[in-house]
């Protein structure tokens, strides 16, 4: 009975480069949440999914930044063009459809801990 | 804004001790008060929760103090143990699923 997997754990990048963060939801999970953890910070909302739809993106940057989460397959979080500021912990969450409320059940992942040079 | 001031940002008790770790929240739309616990390497898990038509929650030797008035609620960690090191987060929101986070209580219990 996995958890929330996430891959990869660390992630080192350059200025520039894109970076790909990658969250396969617990079993029968259909809803995805992704939250980004500055150091000695909370964690910040940044977008909400569900299979093939963007519910809620309200908390992501503007520019660089995308997610989706496909019919099949995990949802990926895209940083294009990435700098030093992206550096952080990445953590998604999953929730399953039939949740009352989804707050109540969200089953966070490991995190990936990206890191820009 | 700063929509939710957690304290304190460390806590060193005794092994037996009480933890306390408080949270003060602007909104009062806020409905839902989650408290979560992160070991180092890990993603939160949900420890607690609290709505606010009740004062107190208790689990085990997690109990949740909410007030209201104040709006304020904190964490109690009764018989404080060595495996409860970790770092504390409290959350509150007032939508299905968009929670707002506290900054962090990192919690170290001396044996």
């Known amino acids: 009975n996995a958890g929330v997997m996430q891959n990869p754990r660390h992630l080192v990048r350059r200025r520039g480069q894109e970076a790909r963060l990658r969250c396969s939801p617990m079993?029968?999970?259909?809803?995805v949440y992704w939250y980004r953890q500055l150091p000695e910070e909370g964690l910040k909302f940044m977008v909400y999914?569900?299979?093939?739809?963007?519910?809620?993106e309200s908390g992501m940057p503007k520019e660089r930044f995308s997610a989706e989460f496909p019919k099949e397959g995990p949802s990926i979080l895209r940083i294009q063009q990435v700098v030093r500021g992206d550096s952080a912990a990445y953590f998604c969450?999953?929730?399953?459809?039939?949740?009352?409320?989804?707050?109540?059940?969200?089953?966070f992942g490991p995190g990936t801990r990206l890191t820009v040079l | 804004q700063q929509q939710v001031k957690q304290s304190p940002q460390s806590l060193i008790v005794q092994k037996g001790g009480i933890s306390i770790i408080n949270c003060a929240y602007e909104?009062?739309?806020?409905?839902?008060f989650p408290w979560y616990q992160q070991f180092p390497g890990k993603g939160p898990a949900l420890l607690i929760a609290?709505?606010?038509d009740v004062s107190e929650k208790k689990e085990g030797r997690f109990t949740i103090s909410f007030n209201k008035s104040a709006k304020q609620f904190s964490l109690h960690i009764m018989d404080s143990q060595p495996g409860d090191s970790a770092t504390y987060f409290c959350a509150v929101t007032d939508s299905n699923y968009q929670l707002i986070w506290g900054a962090g209580t990192k919690l170290i219990i001396k044996p």
């Open positions: 079993k029968g999970h259909s809803h």
């Open positions: 999914l569900q299979k093939e739809n963007i519910i809620d």
């Open positions: 969450a999953s929730s399953p459809a039939s949740a009352a409320r989804f707050t109540d059940t969200q089953y």
């Open positions: 609290i709505r606010p």
């Open positions: 909104n009062t739309a806020f409905d839902y």
